[in-house]
DNA sequence: ACAAAAATGTACTTGCCGGTACATTCTCAA
DNA sequence: TTGAGAATGTACCGGCAAGTACATTTTTGT
């Protein structure tokens, strides 16, 4: 029954006109990412984004249209941190070591966050999916660049002999994205990182099944 | 040892104590777990739950807590909604047609939703887990019952000789959910039913890898 | 029938939140 | 120096949502 906004701000003209506009903005964004990350988009609000990075509210309307042009960002913003996150291992998916070691990251991270959070593209999809069109837009763009990663190292790893030529790069890279997310969330929701390992070890295991 | 946490919502009293009390607080219940399904929790007031319910809102809080204690009945609900609708197939998946029928119905259903609203159950538990401890009780209980229909599949499956012993049904089934859950999330978020077939068909296909 | 208990309706409070108006301060280039 | 554009601060508005108070109607047990 939600009137799904149709207005889609194509891309929001930059209005920071200076080094130090720049950085005020960057200031907003990594606070609403952060405060995001913790309460949610519904349980983070302006004002609080504002206290956070040191700024009046008229300051995060001088450089974003609204709520959601600003939401549209941290997502941008989040996809580089979690890309960045899950380097070096990500870039080089092209032997059964580096698969071995990004697990190992992803799990030991989850740890050290005790099991809060989840995945911070994840969680914003979820929320936002079916409400917002321009942040969906931008995560779906988000998950193609993420499952990218795990199709190139397929798709070398098959080019290397690593894997059969019947291994189909595209939905077994959709199918680790689905796990990584599905891992990330029943960690989060049993506060333990076990059924992220099963998720993750079962999906690597179902690629090794496809080596020669 | 460890007291089993049962949520406050389900040991509180019910405070209907008519039949008719029992059906106006059935009627929130129910029109409060559509609405959060289309909006979310926080997308959900209690006025218009009480819309909905055709239901003033002092009927809420006659019957309900707070907020919170009406939430994690709405989960408790769901959990019966959404383990019923996935029978006939998921009491008998003992074999590989049940297996595969159980992931056309899941897929059919979210391409007849057009893929909206994802999983009514891990939604919430997006939303809550890390929030409202009473909610994350229920939900942890709702992935557990969900979660043991797949373990005791597999392991009818183990009996009977169609798995092999070493196959964990335990972590197995955990493996299995995860899909479940990150392919819905891909699903509503792409627009597409296709990342969840991906993600249903590896999840099957690894566990066939322990036919005998 | 009739009190007691349960169910229900109306109206209100309080606080927050997205968004706006507008004045003031800062910065840099001509 | 100065003035125009950029950055920032203060104050406010309207609406909505959670939760409360309390009066009224309906049902139930005896």
Redesign the pocket.
């Known amino acids: 029954m939600s009137i799904i906004p149709t207005s889609r701000a194509v891309s929001a003209p930059n209005?920071?006109?200076?080094p130090?506009?720049?950085a005020?903005r960057a200031r907003i964004v990594d606070a609403a990412a952060a405060l995001v990350f913790e309460e949610g988009v519904a349980g983070?609000?302006?004002?609080?984004v504002g206290a956070a990075a040191r700024?009046?509210?008229?300051?995060i309307?001088?450089y974003f249209a609204?709520?959601?042009s600003l939401i549209s960002e941290v997502v941008t913003r989040q996809t580089i941190a979690v890309l960045a996150g899950q380097e070096p291992h990500i870039s080089r998916l092209d032997n059964w070591g580096s698969w071995a070691a990004w697990r190992d990251q992803l799990v030991r991270e989850q740890d050290e966050n005790h099991c809060t959070g989840g995945c911070p593209l994840g969680s914003i999809a979820n929320e936002l999916a079916d409400t917002d069109e321009d942040a969906r837009a931008v995560l779906v763009d988000s998950f193609d660049q993420w499952e990218r990663a795990f199709a190139d190292g397929i798709t070398r790893m098959k080019a290397a002999g690593a894997l059969r030529a019947d291994a189909d790069a595209a939905s077994l890279a959709s199918a680790v994205l689905a796990a990584v997310q599905g891992g990330l969330l029943l960690c989060k929701t049993r506060k333990s990182t076990k059924p992220l390992e099963a998720s993750l070890d079962a999906s690597i295991a179902y690629l090794r099944t496809f080596a020669p």
């Open positions: 209005r920071a006109k200076t130090k506009g720049q005020t983070t609000s302006l004002d609080d700024v009046g509210k008229s300051q309307y001088h609204d709520k959601s």
